[in-house]
């Protein structure tokens, strides 16, 4: 068995390629939908993008990705043409998500090499897996494999950016624009 942790974008992008290749990967989320920091939450009548606002395609690759999913081109006050997922961004990691092996509301709290593999922990449960691939944020490797692992260092450069997120309904019309022609 494969399992990946965390079904943010990174988590089903890696599920989806080893499906593709003919694998049968487990995707584990502690949280109860998935997506990750690509997240729509709904108020009411309202909803909010409150992880990415969009994303944009640099590769050939992830261009080709979003041209099969539900997103529109937005534009922005400076001419740029951003993806949204419609009708929230929550589109996006749903579609991505569809056809796979994910269990949400499972956290992981320990790894450690088993012979050959791996013993993943989830509270009281112990799951074993040939491979393991770990999407979470870098500063939680340490939590999970235990701060002495090699991987633990390697990520020890990696600094996550402070980030302050508004949810705000205005009266007025969105800041962005969908271009003429656009879906
Ligand atoms: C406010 C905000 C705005 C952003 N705006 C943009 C934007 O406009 N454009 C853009 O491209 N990017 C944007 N980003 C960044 C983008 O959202 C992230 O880079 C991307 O979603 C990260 O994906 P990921 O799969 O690497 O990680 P995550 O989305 O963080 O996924 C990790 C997953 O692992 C799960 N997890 C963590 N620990 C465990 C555990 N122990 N056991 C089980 N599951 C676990 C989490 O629940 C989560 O679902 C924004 C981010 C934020 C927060």
């Not at 080893?18 to 920091?37: E, M, Q, T, Y």
């Not at 043409?81 to 929550?90: A, E, F, L, N, R």
């Not at 340490?142 to 705000?168: K, Y």
Request: proline content about 5%; some cysteine.
């Amino acid at each position: 068995m494969i399992i990946i942790i965390g079904s943010g974008m990174a988590g089903l992008a890696c599920a989806q390629r080893l499906a593709a290749a003919g694998l049968s990967p487990v995707v584990l989320d502690k949280g109860r939908g998935i997506g990750g920091r690509v997240a729509t939450r709904r108020v009411g009548d309202l909803q909010f993008d409150h992880g990415a606002q969009y994303v944009n395609a640099n590769g050939a690759g992830f261009a080709a990705e979003l041209g099969r999913l539900s997103v529109e081109g937005w534009q922005d006050g400076r001419g740029r043409t951003h993806s949204v997922g419609v009708p929230g961004m929550s589109a996006i990691p749903k579609a991505l998500g569809a056809g796979l092996d994910i269990r949400q509301g499972v956290q992981v709290t320990r790894l450690q090499q088993d012979g050959d593999g791996w013993r993943v922990e989830a509270g009281c449960a112990v799951l074993r897996a040939a491979r393991v691939v770990v999407t979470v944020p870098a500063p939680q490797v340490a939590g999970l494999l235990g701060a002495g692992h090699p991987l633990v260092a390697n990520l020890a450069p990696v600094r996550l950016a402070p980030c302050l997120t508004l949810m705000a309904a205005v009266a007025a019309s969105a800041p962005f624009h969908r271009p003429a022609g656009c879906r």
